[in-house]
């Protein structure tokens, strides 16, 4: 097919010379205005060109009514968004208060309420490091904690990772009520309606403690030095060799400004370091810079190497082999937290970034060992790392039998001691459909299992109880039920479970039942905020090619539907508009969507060599 050759020669031209593919991992304006208030606020020389280009990504993404928006048909707009977007626009230097696009911003911000209205975590954080509100008390959990053992009520190590690595360097600067300011920082006063105070919190179990622990100040003081030591030396320990703090630029920021009040000068190796580190992540063009909450190295190769053997590439040419060496020197031999709760396996998963040396995770693990399994028959190098591989993903398995992201699930004992929006999303790492039925799709086909082997019967077993009434699946990761019933359904096929199925069946129906008039498939981000299928109304290539691939493992012939499906899927890759760059990953429900530039290759280029090797040409 002409799509599939036209493809094929763009990502050959786009491929790195060290076999990798780099694509941006884009996602709203958060992290660009959260780089400017760090580099103003320390009066970090030498970044000009940068935040000038930071901020010229942020204004041009501004609505029209002064707002920003996470995702295109977000109503109106995001009321966080739009405060870190204004206030990083006056740090820059480049805008003032008189400007009329933030009036405008302005505007917005006060009809909404002002800034005692922002509820979500890290907006609230960044205000009160950089002295525009008081520390909310629900983020001024007692460093103390740091100190607990495994069976207190409270043990950092039950957060998910991710929440972690955020959580402490907030700890350590709430409990200190520490707060930077500058010359230059502007003031927000203004954007409080009536008297300025806190965020609203609700947190009394918080300042219970506090009260607790001042009542022996003669225990206090050393309980409360060495729990500041232990926080330290947590975020230095979890240092990536390149200097971000779990690769994560968010969580780098955080550490960074953390740092800075414990006492560590402008000049320290190890924030200079972490700074340099930020600007490696930046996707910079000669107008924009956007800085990614990570970069998506590992991710994004082994998703279009797979997709290129897929499309008939041979394992022996040249780009596939020159991905794969790539992938295989990644491979982290390193123990992370996740060792704490599978102390007895070895290292062999892969992360999803270039950077990443700690923090391996289930879905890029078998991307990868799908990407590199022609070779394990050939080569004893590859097939030791692909057994170790399959070896770390099969101990990740919950008791449940799903797997989470990163980690084997945790005790839930914190679920209800955090106020702040979508706190369960942040602090937990729970099972999810979507990314169990691709550890299945591995384990299916590549590694020759199937429902006849108890662990994977009771992972196919766990993924048919979490079907919704309807038929769809709640995918995590992408937006939303398209992504969640797609994945499930050919994870549980590929490890077989029959195709007449009820649970597939009406899966089938389900996906048949919300195609689009135009022959593709779309959904809203606010799907994964609502939790309930909300159509978009337009059709994206991610989406489209992901509904198709369910729809084609569960029909022997090319149907009406199926066909339109496909001619929208190839003319939706030639549409350079809003539905070509609408995000379809999920970061954290309502506060970080993702575009992944990888995914209007490597998901259609996976549907149509499917569609080709089932069906043949297309009509």
């Known amino acids: 097919m002409t799509q599939i050759n036209e493809m094929t020669g763009r990502l050959q031209q786009m491929q790195h010379k060290d076999g990798s593919w780099r ?16 580099l103003r606020s320390l009066q970090r020389n030498g970044h000009e060109a940068v935040i000038r280009k930071l901020a010229e990504r942020i204004i041009n993404s501004q609505e029209e009514n002064g707002a920003w928006k996470l995702f295109y048909d977000q109503q109106e707009g995001d009321l966080e968004a739009t405060v870190e977007a204004y206030y990083a626009l ?27 209205q922002v509820k979500t975590m890290l907006t609230q954080a960044f205000l ?31 957060l998910s990772g991710h929440a972690r690595v955020h959580l402490v360097p907030i700890m350590i600067m709430s409990n200190a009520n520490y ?5 230059a920082t502007p003031d927000l006063s203004d954007l409080y309606v009536g008297e300025k105070q806190p965020f609203e919190s609700h947190v009394s179990w918080i300042a219970a403690i506090h009260r607790l622990l001042e009542a022996a100040p003669f225990l206090h003081a050393p309980l409360h030095e060495a729990a500041l030591d232990k926080a330290k030396m947590f975020m230095l320990d979890r240092i990536e060799p390149d200097g971000t703090l779990l690769t994560y630029s968010t969580a780098t920021i955080l550490m960074v400004f953390a740092l800075t009040s414990l006492g560590f000068g402008s000049d320290s190796p190890v924030l200079s370091k972490a700074i340099s580190s930020l600007n490696t992540l930046l996707c910079v063009n000669e107008q924009k810079a956007h800085l990614q909450v990570s970069t998506s ?11 290129l053997q897929q499309a008939g590439i041979s394992y022996q040419h040249p780009m596939i082999q020159n991905s794969s060496e790539y992938l295989l020197a990644r491979q982290q031999t390193r123990y992370g937290d996740w060792a704490l709760r599978c102390p007895d396996t070895p290292p062999g998963g892969w992360g999803f970034s270039n950077i990443n040396t700690l923090y391996p995770d289930i879905d890029d693990s078998t991307a990868v060992l799908r990407a590199i399994t022609p070779y394990t028959s050939t080569s004893l190098q590859y097939k030791q790392a692909w057994q170790n591989g399959l070896r770390w993903v099969l101990a990740m398995q919950n008791d449940d039998g799903g797997w989470s992201a990163f980690e084997r699930e945790s005790p839930e004992r914190l679920t209800h001691l955090f106020a702040f929006e979508h706190a369960e999303d942040i602090i937990l790492d729970r099972s999810t459909p979507d990314l169990t039925a691709r550890t299945l799709l591995f384990l299916g086909k590549e590694a020759g299992q199937s429902v006849n082997r108890l662990p994977v019967q009771k992972s196919a077993q766990w993924i048919i109880r979490q079907q919704e009434q309807d038929g769809s699946w709640f995918g995590r990761w992408g937006i939303c039920y398209i992504h969640g019933s797609s994945a499930a359904v050919t994870g549980l096929l590929a490890v077989g479970i029959p195709q007449h199925h009820p649970a597939i069946e009406k899966a089938a129906r389900w996906m048949l039942s919300i195609q689009n008039s135009d022959g593709g498939w779309g959904e809203s981000c606010y799907s994964d905020i609502r939790r309930r299928y909300v159509p978009l109304n337009n059709s994206t290539p991610s989406q489209t090619a992901w509904a198709l691939d369910l729809l084609i493992d569960t029909h022997d012939r090319p149907s009406v539907p199926i066909q339109r499906g496909m001619q929208r899927l190839i003319d939706s890759l030639h549409t350079a508009d809003w539905r070509f760059t609408y995000p379809t990953g999920s970061g954290l429900p309502g506060s970080v969507y993702i575009n992944y530039h990888s995914g209007n290759f490597a998901w259609p280029l996976l549907t149509l060599s499917k569609y080709l090797r089932k069906y043949g040409s297309l009509a």
């Open 128 to 158: 009160a490091i950089t002295g525009q509100s008081p520390w909310p008390d629900m983020l001024k959990v007692p460093v103390e904690f740091m100190l607990a053992p495994s069976w207190f009520f409270f043990n950092i190590f039950d």
């Open 179 to 183: 707060s930077i300011r500058t010359e």
């Open 90 to 116: 006056l740090y820059s230097g480049y805008f003032t208060k008189s400007d009329s696009r933030l009036q405008r911003a302005k505007q917005f911000i006060l009809a909404r309420g002002g800034l005692t």
């Open 297 to 307: 190295t590992v991710w994004d190769t082994a998703m279009i190497n797979c997709a």
């Open 23 to 38: 694509l941006c991992f884009e996602t709203g304006p958060a992290t660009d205005t959260y780089m400017i208030l760090l």
